[in-house]
């Protein structure tokens, strides 16, 4: 679901969608997908990189398919911005496919070695992603499975 989406049947729910000055066509499609929910007062499109920060004082930050796309130190930066923006009873959501932990069969084990390869991110267990999160002053609460690959890596400022 877009963030437009995510807000229109979210009632109290504001979004912002940050993206690279650069993504322009992307913003434009964006932009028309909000006019079209009829969320247009309650979503607001930022440029930027989450790598400088993220806007601030959100009680909620969803990151789908983020983390898993940059090597340590980047998705440490990402979630240190994060951490600095989020209010202190807010709430971290990554939408992240979890490794089993181990070494089962499993479709994720292949798309780690993929995205080590091609982009330099990796894949996760629940274990990485806490301890990965822990670094950056969260505690993570739980993940939560989803009928599809991903899950829900749910996380709280400590």
Known sequence: MSVAGTVRFSAPCFGALRRLVECCSTCRRWSRRRAAARVTQ????????????????????????????????????????VR???????????????LPEGAPAHPGMLLDLEMLLSAGG???????????????????????????PLSIVEAVPV
Not at 54 to 59: A, H, K, N, S, T
Not at 60 to 67: D, N
Request: net charge positive; aromatic share 8%; with cysteine.
């Open 122 to 148: 990796r894949k996760r267990t629940a274990r990485e992603y806490a301890d990965l999160l822990s670094c950056t002053g969260f505690r993570q609460t739980r993940v939560i499975p989803s009928a599809s």
């Open 42 to 81: 309650r979503c607001t499109l930022t440029g930027g990189s989450f790598f400088d920060s993220v806007p601030d004082g959100g009680d909620a930050y969803l990151l789908k398919t983020i983390i898993h796309d940059w090597k340590e130190d980047s998705a440490l930066a990402i979630l240190r911005n």
């Open 84 to 98: 600095t923006a989020i209010a202190p009873d807010g709430k971290l959501l990554l939408l992240e496919m979890v």
